[in-house]
T-cell receptor, first 119, second 116 residues
Framework: EPEVTQTPSHQVTQMGQEVILRCVPI?????FYWYRQILGQKVEFLVS????????KSEIFDDQFSVERPDGSNFTLKIRSTKLEDSAMYFC?????????????????FGPGTRLLVL | AQKITQTQPGMFVQEKEAVTLDCTYD???????LFWYKQPSSGEMIFLIY??????QNATEGRYSLNFQKARKSANLVISASQLGDSAMYFC?????????????FGTGTRLLVSP
């Protein structure tokens, strides 16, 4: 069964450094997302991406963050200058949408996550 | 205001018993989707079950069923015949369809512990 993959699984970085988190969404999916989960807290939306542009972003997603789909398969999240509070698990998700007679199903499938630790 | 509320921080159940995890939601959008995800200690988010707001029947996926009470705005997850491997965090999430293919909003989660 196709799945979303993410690399690396763990990343340790120094405060102020740039990090790039990589994701390969499911191949026929069109909508892509980044979420983060600070340890012990709930999952929070960061950004959604469709048709090669950001469709929505949260207030967390400030100028330090950017997303890119450079080659039609990878989907990346870049944090330009990491802060201690960026330490979290980062999840990539992609959307499978199917039309049913009773409505529309959108199931986001999540990758295994990248655990980022900023020191 | 909280869009998704999970009032049970932790639940205990014995193996082979059924357990219900509560979720209430708040939306003014008539068209929305409700999801449950499981997060084991390894950290990944595993999709379990989906319920659309216009679905006439409660969703079921194997041992998982969703007790959808639209008027009460609740979407409780029922796990039948609990197994030790069901021990995990469980998150309820909602997507409001009329905003487009946009974000999931998650609750704070319920930690389920299944004992032998």
């Amino acid at each position: 069964e196709p799945e979303v993959t993410q690399t690396p699984s763990h990343q340790v970085t120094q405060m102020g450094q740039e990090v790039i988190l990589r994701c390969v969404p499911i191949s026929n999916h069109l909508y892509f997302y980044w979420y983060r989960q600070i340890l012990g807290q709930k999952v929070e939306f960061l950004v959604s991406f469709y048709n090669n542009e950001i469709s929505e972003k949260s207030e967390i997603f400030d100028d330090q963050f950017s997303v890119e789909r450079p080659d039609g398969s990878n989907f990346t999240l870049k944090i330009r200058s990491t802060k201690l509070e960026d330490s979290a698990m980062y999840f990539c998700a992609s959307l499978k949408a199917t039309t049913r007679t009773s409505g529309r199903q959108e199931t986001q499938y999540f990758g295994p996550g990248t655990r980022l630790l900023v020191l | 205001a909280q869009k998704i509320t999970q009032t049970q921080p932790g639940m205990f159940v014995q193996e082979k018993e059924a357990v219900t995890l509560d979720c209430t939601y708040d939306t003014s959008d008539p068209s929305y989707g409700l999801f449950w995800y499981k997060q084991p200690s390894s950290g990944e988010m595993i999709f379990l079950i989906y319920q659309g707001s216009y679905d006439q029947q409660n969703a079921t996926e194997g041992r998982y069923s969703l007790n959808f009470q639209k008027a009460r705005k609740s979407a409780n997850l029922v796990i039948s015949a609990s197994q030790l491997g069901d021990s995990a965090m469980y998150f309820c999430a909602m997507r409001e369809v009329n905003t487009g293919f946009q974000k999931l909003v998650f609750g704070t989660g319920t930690r389920l512990l299944v004992s032998p």
